[in-house]
């Protein structure tokens, strides 16, 4: 029996072993941000059983999304300027101060939050039951004849990353050794299952104008593993990987000036990106709108930056 093996058989035996119950409090370890290898990250089709682990991913990216957009609606000088000049009305018709006071800050806020909702039903995003759709060959709206022919045309890709731990580090809480002390690969392939964490998704679809063009219409990425370049490793395999063997040469994608994530990597990868056009979808006050840009790269240019 090699040495791996015999580390195996170790943790199993201590796993059966009685542990004392320790009343202090787990110290909550701060997410890493290393850059991640691309060998790590696995991609494939997205599967019914993958939505429960979606939903957290999307509400997160939903909240910091929507956080930006506040903190610059109520940040700007229009809401400065207003609040300001309807403090200055309100002092001089009421005679309490306290009614001059509180008031304009309130009537602001009020049309503030009223204007971003109107934003948020106008502002498309999938949600768990929408991807579900995607990824079916026949429903209400639309009907193929194969799941290949759906794939080319529609779907969405989730991405695991695989943590490099060694066998020592891996916390056996959850797996179930019971049925383990004669068999070791069951036992290997539930620590291979137990180091992958579903990290992101990707929906896309075929754009319409062009026929050899797909389109990323919505890419997110789990919060714990923000700035390790996943979006970029995911990006180039499901570029090379999937879209490539479908037929496309070549992906588009637009991007909101409140991803302050996804705007800094499109600067920094300005020589493989070209700029379409942009447009402003949403105007807030003045001053504040949500201005888009649509990007472009071509498949076979991403070999050039590793």
Known sequence: MDSHQQKIKNLINNKKKPKKKISQPKLESKASTKPI??????????????KYDLIRIISDFRRDYYISVYRAVFRCWFTYAITGLVLAISLTIFNSKMVGMCLPPLLVTLYLIWRVN????SNHNYNINEMELLSQTETI???FKSDELRRKNQGVLVAFLKEEKSIEEIDLEDIDISDF?????????KI???????????????QKDELETVCIKEICVHQD?????????????????????????????????????????????????????????????????DERTVYAFSINDLKKYD
């Open 37 to 50: 290898k691309e060998s790590q990250l696995s991609i494939r089709d997205f599967k019914n059983e993958d």
């Open 118 to 121: 109107r934003y948020k039903r």
């Open 141 to 143: 709206y639309y009907k």
């Open 181 to 189: 002390d004669s068999d070791l690969s069951d036992f290997e392939n």
């Open 192 to 206: 291979n299952d137990k180091n992958k964490k579903m990290v992101g998704f990707l929906i896309y679809g075929k």
């Open 225 to 289: 593993y923000r700035r390790r370049r996943i979006a970029r490793s995911f990006i180039k395999k499901a570029s090379i990987n999937i879209f490539r063997s479908l037929g496309y040469r070549r992906v588009t994608f637009q991007v909101s000036v409140f991803n302050n994530e996804a705007q800094s990597a499109c600067d920094k990868y300005d020589c493989l990106l070209s700029k379409i056009y942009s447009w402003s979808c949403f105007v807030f006050v003045p001053g504040v709108k």
